[in-house]
């Protein structure tokens, strides 16, 4: 796989409002990832697995959808590359949703209480707040994003002269009167901020002159570790210029995240709270004892392919967490092309 080139704006938008209507679905639900032209073999899958009956009509829906799409997909980019589905049952009717997009996500197929969008979260950071802060030494804007949407916005200003007029005070006491009100300024700004980021992934600032760096300065370790300079951007830019730059420093995060869980594991291998094959980790998931499963976003190109699926419903249905690795130099590094890995809570015999 290919090193994710970024989604559109458009489709990233197009994805949002569909996960958006999926997060409604308060019932237990099958979902089913595949990729494009695989529908045929998605359908011999689902009738292979036996589930119990509520699940079983659910899957014969799925079946008929995927009948229909192969033809026609429904899809939120110019190319598709995998088609969604989601199927649950509600006042005793079987609905379903999909919808196609041009990302290379990996092969799903489980049931779980909701509907698992964990793959759609990662190239899109739906899960998290960002911040946005646009500000020059007079005025400043705050919006906190949740996915495409701007949940929460404060617009902070202060009157400040930009020339020393004659007369009056100095040039000099000017000059530090004005900076002393403008420090006191980002302090207020930093205070909102404070207040907006609860659990924000990323606070992204922007705005013209040096505004940014010396609010940055003003900012507490905490806030500005995870503050990013966005270039380009002020007052004027247009939302969807906005939404490239987030998806942009999106795409960034997510990268540095994988590697994070990358270096973990290759930390904690030396405390034996690591396993690498399939049928130890398959065992262990069972147990409850894996913390995080790491898989290959191509698995379902290798023999292991059904059991690895097991796993992953196994896992969704625990409190194990799940990342999905697409850099083809970790999971060459790793050797994640026919197995999964496992970070553990606990060792295991």
């Given amino acids: 796989m290919k090193n994710n080139p970024e989604i559109s704006s458009a489709e990233w938008l197009a994805l949002n409002q569909f996960l958006y209507e999926v997060k409604q679905i308060d019932a237990a639900c099958v979902s089913v990832y595949y990729p494009y032209g695989k529908g045929q073999q998605t359908i011999s899958l689902l009738q292979d697995t036996k589930r119990k009956e509520p699940f079983e009509k659910i899957e014969s829906e799925i079946e008929k959808r995927i009948t229909k799409l192969k033809e026609n997909p429904s899809s939120a980019g110019k190319f598709t590359k995998t088609i969604c589905i989601f199927g649950w049952i509600k006042n005793g009717k079987v609905h379903t949703k999909e919808i196609g997009t041009s990302k290379k996500l990996p092969y799903v197929y489980m049931v779980s209480k909701k509907p698992y969008i964990k793959p759609f979260r990662d190239i899109l950071k739906t899960n998290y707040d960002v911040l946005l802060v646009t ?40 000059l530090r009167a004005r900076q002393t009100k403008i420090h006191v300024f980002f302090k207020k700004v930093a205070n909102k901020v404070r207040n907006l980021d609860s659990n924000s992934e990323l606070i992204l600032l922007g705005g013209v002159g040096p505004a940014k760096t010396e609010f940055y300065d003003v900012l507490d370790s905490e806030l500005a570790k995870k503050c990013r300079f966005v270039q380009n951007l002020n007052f004027s830019t247009g939302i969807n210029d906005v939404y490239k730059k987030i998806i942009h420093h999106l795409y960034i995060h997510r990268r540095k995240h994988v590697t994070g869980i990358i270096a973990q594991y290759e930390e904690l291998v030396k405390n034996g709270l690591t396993a690498k094959r399939n049928d130890v980790i398959y065992k262990a998931l069972e147990s409850g004892a894996v913390d995080t499963l790491i898989v290959s976003a191509d698995y379902h190109i290798n023999s292991q392919f059904t059991k690895i699926m097991k796993m992953l419903e196994i896992a969704k249905n625990t409190s194990c967490k799940i990342e999905f690795a697409a850099s083809p130099k970790i999971i060459e590094k790793l050797k994640i092309h026919d197995s999964v890995l496992a970070i553990l809570r606990y060792r295991i015999k």
């Fill in 135 to 174: 500000l020059d030494q007079k005025s400043a804007r705050i919006q906190k994003f949740h996915g495409s949407k701007i949940i929460q916005e404060a617009r902070l200003r202060i009157d400040l002269r930009g020339r020393h007029r004659k007369g009056g005070q100095s040039q000099g006491r000017f």
